[in-house]
Each structure stands twice: as structure tokens, then as C-alpha cells.
């Protein structure tokens, strides 16, 4: 079958094989014909080493499809479902599943590094997070595959999967934002656009996109935002908005040092800044003693937009069927599997005209 193969971490570019096959499934794991795969900025990330991954190895995490087969102990699928594919599936009996918080499962996400999901030849692959969407094929753990309706399109689906749990979730899990409250949002891709959605769902009464590309500001007023500035304007609009005292909520979707700052700068005493940019491990941001005390903010970490993937993702649909949730509007280009570098390489450079790049697969 065809798959995209990262040959090597830091690699600008993936291999496009049709030779690859994938492992049997196990007992409780299915497997999946993938329709669609958005790209993700996290791929970018797997590939030049800023997020942990393994090499060889096939990207994609972000994805949907239909089942093909099932596992000798799956009950709750069938072959012909039609999924969402989770790159953290909750295990349902660890710690964090219990106590409410399925997001931090690592079950599976540990065995994603010991456990190759494709084969080339003898040569073993591992999927990306435990995925690997880039490819016709993928085995995964039952609990990692959400069914969802089959008049869902594969293309609206996979947007779920990753960015659309991540930012939407940021606001309404992990920050829980309140109606009528003031939001700044850093960054405007993918997963910012559904934080600004998020935001709006909430009933945010002010929501800010800051992005250095001003061509990105159009984009997300259009999905909600009642403002946008650049960086360097921040501070100046921070001021006649909220009389300088701050926002309530600042989202950094990014990941930088420098911009988890400027969040943190935004955001009201009392206020919370809410991490939802993947950032590198060597990255240190610094903060004094003192303001930490003084200012009483809230420094909030979002993986996963603290969602729970089964329940969320049914919440999602249902936001986007009563149109508060535009995910078909988000799609800004659709790509065959050949053109898969060519997506890469548009999101690398940080296009205008880039929100969300989705992979069909005939």
C-alpha cells in the first residue's frame, strides 16, 4: 500500500512508497482504510525532532476512515464504521482515565515507541503517535477509533481527530471560558482558528487574533475573532480594549518562549494563559518569583485540549451540524497522496492562504 516514510528525524521531506504494509491487528485493535488526513503542523514538528518521534517511520496523525477489519475482543465496531482516529486512546482503568482526565493516558502513547505499525520489506516503521495517517491503511487500538455518523464527509472528520479537540477543548475544557469575557488568541493556524471557534462558541464577548501575517487577520475574523493585530500592535490594542488592565483569557497556540511570555503579558491579574502550542523540550520560559505571586495568574497546560475523545468528539459534530462549528470552511486545500511534501512545505512557510491541508485518499 502507498504510505509517506520519514527515513530519517530532521529530513525535510517524506518518502512516498507504495510498498509498505501494516501489521495484523491484535486482539483489541482494528483496522482502518483512511480516507482523509489533515496536516498538521505537529508533523512538521515529528519531522525536525521538536516533538519526540521515530524514524523510519510513516507521519500523520490526524485522520479518519473506515474500519476493514477487527480484533478477536473488539465488540464495539464493525467492519463499514466510519471513524475519527485518537493519537492518545484512553486505556480506560490507568490513573488519569479514572479520575477523569482520559488526555494523559499514556498507555498507549509509550507503547507507540516500542510497537511499529507498518513494515517495509523486514524493516520495521513505527507510526507517528502511534498513527501514521499518512498512508491507505492503519492498525490502532480499538479505543483510539471514534465512530462517527456516515453522513460525517472523511475530509470534515479528520479535522476532529487532532486540531479541532485541541483548540475548541483548550477553551471550553481546559480554560473554561465564560460568556461575556475578553480572549487574546496567539496564533492563527490551524488550531488557533478553532480556538478563536471556541472562543466564540463560549460566548466570548472580545476575541483578539495576534499574528505577525497580516494576511492571516481576514481569516480569522471570518471565523469569529472581533479583532486582529500583529505583536507588535498587541500592547496598544490590549490598552483600548481592556483600559490596560488585560484579558481575561490568552491563549498561546504556538509554543515559543516568546510568546508564552506575551500571553502571560496580555492576560488581566487574575486572568489565566493557556498553553496550547507544542513547544520544543530545551525551550525555558522565564518568570519572576515575584509576578507569579503577585499577579495571581493561572498558567494553564492543554494537551489535547483536556478532551474526552469519545464524548468530545460526538459534542464537535453536534456544534457543527447546528453550524456554531465551521469545519468544512476550514479546509482551504484538498491534496491527493503525491502531493502530500508539496502541503508540507505551503505550512512550512507559513502561507495566508493555509488553514487546514487535508489528504484524500481514493
Known sequence: MRAAVLNAIGDDKLELRDDVTTVDPGPDE?????RASGICHSDLSAMDGTLPALA??????????????????????????????????????????????????????????????????????????????????VVVPASGA???????????????????????????????????????????????ISVIQGARIAGAATIVAVDPVEGKHSVAKRFGATHAVTPENLDQLKGELTGGEGFDYAFDVVGAPATIRAGWDAARRGGAVVVVGAGRGDAMVSFSAQELF?????????????????????????????????????????LTFADINDGLGLLREGRTDVIRQVVTFA
Open 30 to 34: 482494528v483496522r482502518i482504510r483512511v
Open 56 to 137: 523510519p517511520g510513516v507521519v500523520g496523525h490526524e485522520g479518519s476512515g473506515e474500519v476493514l477489519e477487527v480484533g478477536s475482543a473488539v465488540t464495539r465496531l464493525a467492519p463499514g464504521d466510519h471513524v475519527t482516529v485518537s493519537f492518545v486512546p484512553p486505556c480506560g482503568s490507568c490513573g488519569n482515565c479514572l479520575r477523569g482526565q482520559p488526555n494523559l493516558c499514556a498507555v498507549h502513547a509509550i507503547a507507540a515507541f516500542t510497537t511499529p505499525r507498518f513494515r517495509l520489506g523486514d524493516t520495521p516503521l513505527f507510526g507517528y503517535a502511534g498513527l501514521g495517517t499518512f498512508a491507505d491503511e
Open 146 to 192: 471514534i465512530k462517527v455518523d456516515a453522513d460525517v464527509p472523511f475530509e470534515t472528520a479528520a479535522l476532529i481527530a487532532c486540531g479541532v479537540l485541541t483548540g475548541v477543548g483548550s477553551v471550553l475544557n481546559t480554560a473554561k471560558v465564560e460568556p461575556g469575557s475578553t480572549v487574546v488568541v496567539l496564533g492563527c493556524g490551524g488550531v488557533g
Open 294 to 334: 503577585l499577579h495571581d495568574k493561572k498558567i494553564l497546560g492543554s494537551f489535547y485540549g483536556s478532551s474526552h475523545v469519545h464524548r468530545d468528539t460526538a459534542t464537535m459534530l453536534r456544534f457543527w451540524r447546528a453550524g456554531r462549528l465551521d469545519l468544512d470552511g476550514m479546509i482551504s486545500r484538498r
